[in-house]
C-alpha cells in the first residue's frame, strides 16, 4: 500500500524541512531537495512508522475483544440459583 500525502501537508512538510535545517544544520535547503527529501522519508521510513501504528491498533483492538466476554457475559442456567422467594410458586 502507497502512502499518500495530500498536497497542503507536503507543503508544510517541506516548509518544515526547510526550516530544520536552517535552524539546526546551520545551512539552507532549497524547496526541491527538501521535496526530495521527504519522498525518500515517505517511502523508506514511511512504512515503517505505519506498520507499527497498525500493529498498535491491532493489539489494542484484541485487548478489547479480550475484555469483551467480561463486559457482557451473561450467567447461564441460574434459575435454580435465585432465592427461592423470586419464584413464582405454584
Do not use: C
Not at 499518500?4 to 531537495?33: C, H, P, W
Not at 525518500?40 to 491498533?57: H, S
Not at 469483551?68 to 423470586?86: C, G, M, N, S
Amino acid at each position: 500500500m502507497t502512502i499518500e500525502i495530500s498536497k497542503e501537508a507536503q507543503k508544510q512538510l517541506i516548509a518544515s524541512i526547510e526550516r530544520y535545517f536552517q535552524d539546526n544544520m546551520e545551512e539552507k535547503i532549497g524547496n526541491v531537495t527538501a521535496g526530495a527529501l521527504l519522498g525518500y522519508f515517505v517511502e523508506e521510513l514511511g512504512p515503517v512508522i505505519y506498520n507499527q501504528a497498525v500493529a498498535d491498533a491491532q493489539e489494542r483492538l484484541q485487548a478489547r475483544v479480550m475484555e469483551l466476554d467480561i463486559e457482557v457475559h451473561e450467567p447461564e442456567f441460574t434459575y435454580w440459583h435465585k432465592p427461592a422467594r423470586q419464584r413464582k410458586s405454584r
